[in-house]
């Protein structure tokens, strides 16, 4: 069936290292993918998505690019702060607004 | 704008207790998602209603839960009885409708349910 693995945590990394949360997915038909944020004590947030194979989201410093040969879809950021710590879910949507979550990573960033 | 809101935000019973939740969307927005999170996982879709109208409901447990969205906009997610089982949090999300392109869904802070 469809749905979406990413890569386990927790992620611990020292404040502008490179980060990589791997994500990838299995899907009937051209899902559109995302990613989204959940910082402590506060909801999810969409922080990119990609609609289209070889589309790039990016925010706030953090890119994705949707390859549809290798179904992947791996967050990164270049240089990551403090502020970043947070858990971060990859998603995958099928038409008709039906969304499918993986189990989120968290990342704790540290100075 | 205020953002979708939940009540309430932590909720203690004891198991074979009824409980309720409640969410509030963005105005306007025509979609709503109720979601279930367990610890260490993503959320996973309980109903989608568009309006008053529960389009999918197909991973609602309907022996014990039950939603209703009777004017299309605030809505109430119950449990009956409680188990053990149900701690989690809850999530409400909401979104504009329309076309067959995306539109985003915004999240509510969650109902974080603990069943005792």
């Known amino acids: 069936g469809d749905s979406v693995t990413q890569m386990e945590g927790p992620v611990t990394l020292s404040e502008e290292a490179f980060l990589t949360i791997n994500c990838t997915y299995t899907a009937t038909g051209y899902p559109s993918l995302f990613w989204y944020v959940q910082y402590p004590g506060e909801g999810l947030q969409l922080l990119l998505k990609a609609t289209k194979a070889d589309d790039k989201g990016s925010n706030k410093g953090f890119e994705a690019t949707y390859r549809k040969e290798t179904t992947s879809f791996h967050l990164e950021k270049g240089s990551v702060q403090v502020s970043d710590s947070a858990v971060y879910f990859c998603a995958l949507m099928l038409t008709g607004n039906q969304f499918y979550f993986g189990t989120g990573t968290s990342l704790t960033v540290i100075p | 704008e205020a953002g979708v809101v939940q009540s309430p935000r932590y909720k203690i019973i004891e198991k074979k207790q009824p409980v309720a939740f409640w969410c509030n969307p963005i105005s306007g927005h025509n979609t709503l998602y109720w979601y279930l999170q367990n610890l260490g996982q993503g959320p996973e879709l309980l109903i989608r209603?568009?309006?008053?109208?529960?389009?999918?409901d197909s991973q609602l447990p309907k022996d014990r839960f039950s939603a209703e969205r009777l004017k299309g906009v605030d809505s109430t997610l119950k449990i009956q009885p409680a188990e053990l089982g149900d701690s989690a949090v809850y999530l409400c999300?909401?979104?504009?409708?329309?076309?067959?392109?995306?539109?985003?869904?915004?999240f509510g802070p969650g109902t974080r349910l603990t069943v005792l």
């Open positions: 209603y568009e309006n008053e109208e529960a389009v999918d």
């Open positions: 999300a909401s979104s504009e409708s329309g076309g067959n392109s995306y539109n985003e869904q915004f």
